[in-house]
């Protein structure tokens, strides 16, 4: 019977243990669960403030990229602006060229005709001297005078003032005299030669048959 109970002591004995053995793992793992619990807390706070860094950092760097594209397309408009001012520019002064030398050729065949009609032979080595220098001016590229006589008509750049009767009959058609130069630049007449062309005589008739072949040479020309 003593020993029975002895037995029972021992084994409430190690109950007694268990249990407390029992109640500190349970202590223990409340800490770690509550230890996990803090730390899966501060985890998401870390998450979300780096979310929220990353998403400040993809704000700015939308601003900076809107910022650098206006600042392109600021820069592309200037740079045209700057391109088409040059371009209006570049042509104002070509065509202020273009007049001037249209001008200066003028002035050069009105005094060569002025000269002619007063046989004042002693001006053409001057005015052949100012061609020269004229023709070796800073012309345009491209710029053409229209003053030859003796060519063929050609009614893209002449314009016919003035018929001639001419009997031989190698000179139909062909220029007779240049009262006005012409101009061409690039291609483009600006400005038609006036010229007196040539046109063949055919038979003697009448004053007033000739007077109607005249009209019709002239008309033949103009049109």
């Not at 314009?159 to 009997?167: D, K, L, M, P, S």
Request: some cysteine; proline content about 1%; overall charge negative.
């Amino acid at each position: 019977m003593f020993g029975f109970r002895k037995l029972l002591k021992q084994i409430a004995s190690q109950l007694e243990k268990l249990d407390t053995a029992l109640d500190a793992w349970f202590q223990a793992g409340a800490r770690s669960t509550n230890e996990l619990s803090d730390g899966l807390k501060e985890l998401r706070n870390a998450t979300n403030r780096h979310d929220m860094a990353i998403e400040d950092l993809l704000d700015s760097w939308e601003e900076l990229q809107q910022e650098q594209q206006k600042e392109k397309q600021a820069l592309a408009a200037a740079l045209t602006e700057a391109a088409d001012r040059e371009r209006r520019q570049a042509t104002e002064r070509e065509n202020a060229l273009l007049r001037l030398s249209m001008a200066a050729y003028d002035q050069l065949n009105a005094l060569r005709r002025t000269a002619e009609a007063l046989g004042a032979t002693d001006w053409e080595g001057q005015l052949r001297l100012a061609e020269s220098k004229l023709n070796e001016a800073s012309l345009p590229a491209g710029f053409l005078v229209i003053h030859e006589s003796g060519v063929p008509v050609d009614y893209r750049t002449h314009e016919v003032i003035e018929v001639q009767a001419t009997e031989n009959p190698e000179r139909e058609h062909t220029v007779a005299e240049v009262h006005a130069c012409g101009y061409s630049y690039m291609g483009k007449i600006l400005r038609k030669a006036k010229i007196s062309a040539y046109r063949v005589e055919i038979g003697q008739k009448d004053s007033e048959d000739n007077g109607c072949e005249r009209k019709e040479y002239e008309h033949d020309y103009r049109n």
